[in-house]
């Protein structure tokens, strides 16, 4: 992989730039859709080749409990299973083997289904029921055998709130599997990539110190992580703000699991470059629409008769060709093409934010860009 930054902005660190794959380029800032099981969900490969995506985001701990990663190494990897000829990211799982343990509110389920310990993590399939064991080994083994261009190390994360005491115990030992995943990873002979995860909770102390460590390691690149968990915005762009000035300029930093628009564009001027969020397509498939003039739920009652396209300002092929009122027809009628076309519209919405975002650091001018573009959003002025 390498990682060429085109333009930066001088006022703030927004910027933008070229990440070489094998597999392709991805220029950033940039938005890759979720396809946790190997699919975005209700989007084919050629609608995402069509909207313009340049990467997608697996899930490893998904694919590893179905199919199993050995029918996808038979298959030739998991590009050749899916059949996307672009980069893949994978997750390391780390973030639903700990989320195992605590049950969710409101869920049948009361008792825990994870053991973390010194060297890995015991977890129940949440499937079967099966017991399994991940190891940082064993993780980017499970990467590697999918065919990953970026893999991520397994870290443990702590949810919100976190005590200081949690939030450092899990911290140290994402560190100490960060370089066991760093020596297991040399050994793979591989041609891809692998990121450090910084965590830390909301703790700016353990950050610097996950930052400081990664950073010495020399990874090619760098995650941040643990945060969009249920803590304030305002506690994320203060890490943010704390963690990015420390990170080597010439590597490329991705946000995980973040975000709304407004996230994005705030973490863009905080110098971040990568992103994955399944916030677009869970939405959508919710009869949410993410609009210029901020978010609609087109299946309420008040788009009934609304002859106008879910964003005047879109080009996609929903907004081209479906008005709200059929729309809003397909989600009460519980037709499968409402889910298909509200998704199709929402990621090619953040794919195009993506694309302006990175055209106004090239003209430096991402400050009134992005002041432009949330005083509409919050206004609500087309919907």
């Not at 299973?81 to 672009?86: A, C, G, K, P």
């Not at 050994?187 to 995860?197: A, E, M, V, Y």
Request: glycine share 8%; with cysteine; hydrophobic share 35%.
């Amino acid at each position: 992989m390498d990682f060429n930054i085109i333009k930066q902005e001088k006022i703030g660190l927004a910027r933008t730039g070229v990440i070489k794959t094998e597999r392709g380029e991805i220029n950033t800032p940039v938005f890759m859709p979720v396809g946790t099981q190997g699919s975005v969900k209700t989007l084919s490969p050629a609608d995402l080749s069509e909207i313009g995506v340049e990467a997608i985001l697996c899930n490893a701990f998904h694919l590893y409990l179905r199919p199993g990663t050995e029918i996808i190494k038979k298959a030739g990897g998991l590009h050749r299973f899916i059949n996307w000829d672009r980069p893949i990211i994978t997750d390391s799982g780390g973030y639903q083997v700990f989320s195992l343990g605590t049950p969710r509110l409101g869920s049948r389920r009361t008792e825990s289904l994870s053991k973390p310990g010194k060297d890995g993590v015991e977890f129940k399939s949440p499937i079967d029921g099966s017991a399994h064991t991940f190891t940082p080994e064993k993780v980017i083994q499970i990467q590697s055998d999918l065919g990953s261009d970026i893999l991520m190390p397994l870290d443990h994360v702590v949810g919100y709130p976190a005590t200081r005491e949690q939030a450092k115990l899990a911290n140290d030992t994402s560190m100490e599997w960060a370089m066991k995943s760093r020596r297991a990873f040399a050994g793979t002979g591989s041609r891809s990539s692998l990121f450090g995860i910084i965590q830390g909770s909301i703790y700016k102390d353990l950050r610097k110190e996950s930052a400081r460590i990664l950073s010495e390691a020399d990874f090619p690149g760098f995650s941040i992580g643990g945060l969009s968990v249920g803590e304030p915005a305002s506690d994320m762009y203060s890490i943010l703000e704390e963690v990015m000035p420390l990170l080597p300029e010439n590597k490329p930093r991705y946000l995980m699991g973040v975000g709304t628009p407004v996230d994005l564009l705030e973490s863009i001027e905080r110098g971040v470059d990568m992103f994955d969020c399944a916030l677009p397509t869970r939405n959508a498939r919710n009869g949410c629409s993410f609009t210029s003039g901020g978010r609609i739920i087109v299946k309420n009652a008040e788009y009934k008769d609304d002859p106008r396209p879910l964003d005047p300002e879109c080009g996609c092929y929903t907004c081209r060709n479906f008005s709200r009122s059929y729309l809003r027809h397909l989600f009460n009628a519980e037709e499968i093409l409402a889910l298909r076309l509200n998704s199709y519209h929402n990621i090619y919405f953040y794919i195009k934010l993506m694309e302006k975002a990175r055209l106004a650091v090239q003209n430096s001018s991402f400050a009134e860009f992005k002041s432009g573009f949330l005083k509409k959003y919050n206004s609500k002025e087309s919907l």
